[in-house]
């Protein structure tokens, strides 16, 4: 099977290249061969849980090297450690589950992260940190200790970590989770911003996300590349492939009773089955189907 | 890395430490050395030797949380490298623990107060022992606070090595044939500790996932 990147619909230079990137865990293979071209604006990453996706930012985010293969940040090569040094000081990143010294405020938090990225003069590096605290919108709560901060006003306060810096490079680990509709509506203007003039690799479960934020989408299973395309592209893989029936159809892939008592199939359909405008969700559910799905949109 | 980076770091790390963990160990140990001066109490050399180890276990307990750091995912990715934030933790809590030990020292009356170089090297070497083993949590594991594991280990293999002969053992009493020995032993002990600790600290960290110490994804 083809894990490359067949289908790179972004225009621009590549920021981000990685070819051939392992990783195991044991005998876990979390990442196989996994190649990607990454171009300035947002990327979605999918996948299902175990599919690789956090494996595949912590090393795009050099927290661990890859066993094998190589990539490049913005031409950093991240295998020395002055090309780590360097790309490091072009990285965002967001992690799955991000901890906090509890007793630190939002701004001493942000403060700190904002000096481990060597933003040593103090004036400036404050502007900075008040700066993105008012984008996450905690600007009001930014003296109030973390472990008093709701979950969702934590998240708020590692993207602000992760914006601090105007970092040309920002990996955002399912930066949604724990964040109510308002929050996430907020979120999404934030990387919507950030994609402007930026690589935003964003991991999520959420296909809306995807649909609204992203110029580009990469569905990942079992550590492979199984999508690389636009969001359209994902999308028109499932025209056809969606109906509507009275009852389950035995023969689809995957259907589940709607709202209005009818049920949404996908897969195969029936002839003369009455078929609906599929969604990007659909797309993607028909991407993970089997290994023999096909890779290119 | 520049002095400016430097000192403006020293006031987030200080705040990051983790200071309670380190009281108790310390002040439980402060506690047991001064129980040797309640009045009417003459401890023998051998109390004096049994309870300076057991301060030494304590204070290295305590020390064992210092890497303890709920916030290393999120500070993941950054320029200024673990090791350098390591070792300032470390250079802060140093003045305390010498202070502390001596202080420790000095509270053994000077008739029961076993040779302090020698218990020095045990207390040097048993706190390497505690920085080593989180350390090498941290390398291998996802874990952020390897401090309570580690502070585990530390106890268990400690009172395991009272178990063992004085011919092999660490903790051998004073004027025996075995004490220069085993005071070879923890200076072996020492250099081992702080080459793992040197070994473990650098990045990118080699990982091997357990799966109880990985919370996140694959």
Known sequence: MTTGPLNDP????????????????????????????????????????????????????????????????????PSTTKGRLAARRTLGYLPQTPGFHPDFTAFAFVDYVAILKELTDRAARHREVRRVLEAVDLEDVRGKRIKRLSGGMRQRVALAAALVGDPEFLVLDEPTVGLDPEQRMRFRELVAEAGEGRTVLLSTHQTEDVAMLCHRVVVLTHGRVRFDGTPAELTARAAG??????????????????GTGTFRNIGEPPTGADLLEPTLEDGYLLALDGESTEVTA | MSRALLWALVPPVWRALPWRALAVGGGLGLLLAASTRLPDSTPSSETGLAVLRMVALFGALGLAFLLDDPARHTTTGVPVRRPLRAGLRLTLVAPF??????????????????????????????AACALALPATAIRFTT????????????????????????????FVAEGTGEWDTAHMRWAVLLGLAAVLWATCLPEPLRRRSVPHFTPTGV
């Open chain 1, 10 to 77: 972004a225009s621009g230079p590549t920021t981000v290249s990685a070819t051939g990137l392992t990783l195991r865990y044991g005998g876990t293979r979390a990442l196989d061969a996994v190649s990607l071209e990454l171009t300035r604006g947002v990327t979605g990453l999918l996948g299902p849980n175990g599919a690789g996706k956090t494996s595949l930012l912590r090393v795009l985010a050099t927290a661990v090297p890859p066993d094998s293969g190589a990539f490049t940040v913005l031409g950093h090569d």
């Open chain 2, 97 to 126: 623990m010498a202070a502390w030990w001596t202080a420790a020292l000095f509270l053994i009356p000077a008739a029961s107060r076993p040779p302090a170089g020698f218990l020095t090297l045990e207390a040097l070497a048993l």
């Open chain 2, 143 to 170: 874990e952020t606070e390897p401090g309570r594991i580690a502070a585990f280990w530390l106890g268990i293999t400690s009172l395991a090595a009272c178990l063992v002969p004085d011919k092999w053992g660490l």
């Open chain 1, 241 to 258: 492939r969606v109906w509507v029936s009275a009852q389950r159809d035995p023969g689809a892939l995957a259907g589940w009773r709607t």
